[in-house]
């Protein structure tokens, strides 16, 4: 950041201007990572001429900007090249797939292979001279078909795919098969949809270990029991990304889930997190998320900034042990720009409490910190049967007493806490069972105005009797991402501080409950500014 522009982030994705969003197409190839963004180039705001952002990095953290990859410029996308993805064919060939409008306005699905595969960068892409490779279905509006996913290849030797779109407010999945990539056929049944829930954006499917932290190439099938398959939708009408866990198989294209697709169910991020988009990366065996978090202030600050849109830190993620959720955790090149640390163990936090983390900047820093309570069974009743957690948040804010919390940290905060975000938990009990809540409250985040400071919350599944109440935070000028339970339960916001930015702003942790708490550990480190998007950087070609 700079004194003109205070929230530009320092190791966030973001173009050098205009508008951003949604992640598409990341992918590994020969040695660099492609990440392809959602963009206009010609304004802060989103437009009706949408194009392919392009950049490369050798390590995810450094990133350089190449040209447009995809401009709306033939019959079928002149009215705009929206979201889609990359599949890396056999014999090392990457091809992408994405949404095209087209000259009458309808959503149709194209194919980009890359001009010169030996060009390290893949800077220019060519597309089918087929295209529309795939036409909008008979029955769907013309604008509710969208986002190819990644292909994956089925028993038989064919490439699928998945469409997202909407009928009659049903989401839908629709599934395709080919060969070839340029001739598809359209499966008799979608892989599945769910009435109620309208327009399902950037749907994502892959498979993901039982028992390993691993991740695995989207084309691996259910070997022995040893994969389950997770199906992520956006859902357009909340601007969610929402997900379910289940089992597929490609002989009769099944899909049954474990879980049900409800307003409450499973979320990546139970704040601002959306169009996400999933790669695997085979130098470290993992599966990487990414995702578009939105602009909380007016259309009127953004063209004043002259951007709008981040991508969020890139979170490797994996199932759960207990196979219910799914896990997300900062990938680890993040230790490259990680300077200062500080720590200590089993410090007491009393009761309305307030201790500063010092010697890092608290501006661009990354905390982990382990809670540990004691006399629990002593914790307050709630029957969290019917709560909306968020609203819980909202109404028992950091400001309100409890027995065990709130407590957790204030983030982005002056000294005097006239500006601060609250990521805290509360602990409750319900007939012999522990609940965890954890809440982002932005409402005091900003004396500005005219900004969107709703408080975001969610439960974490752990048992505090087992195990301790474990927060990571990154924290980076107007964005804080924070990891609760090892990274089950994670909450994304923006935040606007007047004050509280660069060397005025402050961190802290704090305890408002009636019962201390005790920090057994805490670590915290300054996260220097990456290379991102920098015109002038110059690509080292190890
Ligand atoms: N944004 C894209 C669409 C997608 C939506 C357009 C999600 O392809 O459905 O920029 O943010």
Not at 221 to 239: Q, T
């Amino acid at each position: 950041s700079s004194p003109e522009q205070p929230y530009r982030t320092a190791f966030h994705f973001q173009p050098p201007k205009n508008w951003m969003n949604d992640p598409n197409g990341p992918m590994y190839y020969n040695g660099v990572y492609h990440l392809f963004y959602q963009h206009n180039p010609f304004g802060p705001l989103f437009s009706n001429q949408m194009y392919w952002g392009h950049s490369v990095s050798h390590d995810l953290i450094n990133w350089t900007p190449l040209e447009l990859a995809i401009s709306p410029t033939q019959p079928f996308d002149i009215n705009s090249c929206w979201s889609g993805s990359a599949t890396i064919l056999p014999g090392n060939k990457p091809v992408i797939l994405y949404t095209g409008i087209d000259s009458n306005n309808r959503q149709v699905q194209n194919l980009a292979v890359p001009k010169n595969s030996s060009d390290p960068y893949l800077r220019e892409w060519v597309k089918s001279a087929t295209n529309p490779v795939i036409n909008l279905p008979n029955g769907i509006q013309h604008d509710d078909f969208r986002d190819p996913t990644t292909a994956w290849l089925g028993d038989d030797g064919k490439w699928r795919i998945l469409v997202g779109s909407q009928k009659d407010k049903t989401g839908i999945a629709f599934l395709y098969q080919s060969t070839d990539f340029e001739n598809w056929s359209t499966h008799e049944s979608p892989l599945h949809e769910v009435a109620g829930t309208g327009i399902w954006e950037c749907p994502d499917f892959f498979p993901v270990l039982v028992d390993s932290t691993n991740g695995a190439d989207t084309s691996v099938l259910n070997i022995n029991s040893r994969v389950k398959h997770v199906l992520k939708v956006g859902l357009f009408d909340y601007a969610r990304d929402y997900y379910l866990i289940g089992d597929y198989s490609s002989v009769n294209e099944q899909y049954v889930p474990q879980n049900e697709l409800t307003l409450g169910t499973l979320r990546y991020d139970y704040g601002k997190y959306y169009a996400s988009k999933s790669f695997f990366d085979p130098v470290k065996n993992r599966r990487i998320l990414m995702a578009w978090v939105n602009e909380s202030d007016s259309e009127a600050d953004d063209i004043a900034k002259g951007w709008s849109g981040l991508h969020s830190f890139p979170r490797s993620i994996w199932l759960d042990q207990n196979q219910k959720q799914l896990v997300q955790w900062p990938i680890e090149e993040i230790e490259m720009l990680h300077e200062n640390e500080v720590g200590f163990q089993n410090t007491n936090l009393e009761d309305a409490s307030l201790l500063e983390i010092e010697g890092i900047t608290a501006w661009q820093a990354d905390v982990m910190i382990s809670f540990k309570l004691t006399n629990i069974q002593e914790a307050e009743k709630l029957d969290p049967s019917g709560v909306d957690p968020q609203l819980l948040c909202s109404e028992m804010n950091a400001l309100k007493r409890g027995k065990f919390g709130p407590f957790g940290l204030l983030a982005l905060a002056t000294y005097e806490l006239s500006e601060q975000t609250a990521i805290f938990f509360r602990v409750f009990q319900n007939k012999g069972q522990y609940i965890v809540l954890m809440c982002s409250d932005q409402s005091r985040s900003s004396t500005r105005v005219g900004l969107d400071k709703t408080t975001y919350g969610a439960f974490v599944d752990i048992d505090p009797q087992q195990e301790e109440i474990s927060l990571r935070t990154l924290i980076d000028q107007s964005i804080v991402e924070s990891f609760g339970g090892g990274g089950k339960t994670c909450i994304t916001s923006r935040v606007y501080p007047a004050f509280a930015i660069g060397e005025q702003a402050k961190l802290f942790l704090f305890n408002y409950g009636r019962e201390s708490v005790m920090i057994s550990d805490l670590k915290a480190w300054s996260v220097k500014k990456a290379r991102i998007n920098i015109e002038e950087t110059v690509m080292c070609t190890d």
